[in-house]
């Protein structure tokens, strides 16, 4: 109901106003069955614009931290991303990567559209960054299509780091479906699950015109912190 209520009356209305957000080859979405939504990740503004523009609900997996925060602020991040249908996964281990996947397949096997983004986390430069192979498993174990999505300009409205988003339009393009039952029977060879990421991975590339980067996004950002500090210390 939360979903509902945010969407067309309380957050939505403002967004189309201020943002005017247009799309492009959306009928690709199904009216009905699974679906996996593979979006880049420029901003947090990502999850709000994508579920506004599309007919259906889309049920992202968020990260744990966003269901575990402490005083005002982190009970209404928990009441907010609850309300609205997201399912918490934790990232801390091997295990719990497991567990994320099978609630993915559990979303998709329950006709549900499900929204990921394959890099992981926010990109911190504005580029493409190597896509995580459990997508890839996601859609070979439950034969659902996957669809690119490209976002449009929310890096430039709320880049990683920035609390108030900037006002002007932005975009959300949507590619053909991709289809992998050629592999059926094989989403335990992580050579298959690398090829068919890489393949999403180009044609969210070729959607969004993102410069593509062959590093995790948390390893890039790893990287800028490491010489960040290298700097700091040369400083002194």
């Given at each position: 109901?939360?979903y509902?209520?945010?969407?067309?009356?309380?957050v939505?209305?403002?967004?189309?106003?201020?943002?005017?957000p247009?799309?492009?080859?959306?009928?690709?979405?199904?009216?009905?069955g699974s679906?996996?939504?593979?979006?880049?990740?420029?901003?947090?503004s990502?999850?709000?614009?994508?579920?506004?523009?599309?007919?259906r609900?889309?049920t992202?997996?968020?990260?744990?931290?966003?269901?575990?925060?402490?005083?005002?602020?982190?009970?209404?991040?928990?009441m907010?991303?609850?309300?609205?249908?997201?399912?918490?996964?934790?990232r801390?281990?091997?295990?719990?990567?497991?567990?994320?996947?099978?609630?993915?397949?559990?979303?998709?096997?329950?006709?549900?559209?499900?929204?990921?983004?394959?890099?992981?986390?926010?990109?911190?430069?504005?580029?493409?960054?190597?896509?995580?192979?459990?997508?890839?498993?996601?859609?070979?174990?439950?034969?659902?299509?996957?669809?690119?999505?490209?976002?449009?300009?929310?890096?430039?409205?709320?880049?990683?780091?920035?609390?108030?988003?900037?006002?002007?339009?932005?975009?959300?393009?949507?590619?053909?479906?991709?289809?992998?039952?050629?592999y059926?029977?094989?989403e335990?060879?992580?050579f298959?699950?690398?090829?068919?990421?890489?393949e999403?991975?180009?044609?969210?590339?070729?959607?969004?015109?993102?410069?593509?980067?062959?590093?995790?996004?948390?390893?890039?950002?790893?990287?800028?912190?490491?010489e960040?500090?290298?700097?700091?210390?040369d400083?002194?």
């Amino acid at each position: 109901m939360l979903y509902w209520v945010l969407k067309w009356i309380v957050v939505g209305p403002w967004l189309r106003v201020l943002y005017r957000p247009w799309t492009q080859n959306m009928d690709v979405v199904p009216k009905q069955g699974s679906a996996i939504l593979v979006s880049n990740h420029l901003s947090f503004s990502d999850s709000f614009f994508l579920p506004l523009v599309c007919p259906r609900p889309i049920t992202f997996l968020a990260k744990a931290e966003y269901f575990t925060g402490k005083g005002i602020k982190g009970l209404f991040s928990k009441m907010f991303f609850t309300g609205v249908g997201q399912v918490p996964i934790d990232r801390t281990s091997g295990r719990a990567a497991e567990a994320a996947i099978n609630t993915g397949i559990r979303i998709l096997k329950q006709g549900d559209l499900l929204g990921i983004y394959p890099e992981g986390t926010r990109t911190a430069d504005g580029r493409l960054y190597r896509g995580k192979t459990g997508m890839a498993r996601m859609a070979l174990e439950s034969g659902s299509p996957v669809i690119p999505v490209a976002m449009i300009g929310t890096y430039e409205i709320q880049p990683p780091g920035k609390v108030r988003p900037k006002i002007r339009r932005v975009g959300i393009r949507f590619g053909e479906p991709l289809e992998f039952g050629r592999y059926e029977g094989l989403e335990n060879d992580r050579f298959v699950l690398r090829s068919v990421t890489d393949e999403v991975m180009y044609a969210l590339m070729e959607l969004s015109g993102q410069e593509y980067v062959d590093m995790y996004a948390s390893r890039a950002k790893a990287l800028r912190t490491e010489e960040g500090r290298g700097e700091s210390g040369d400083e002194e």
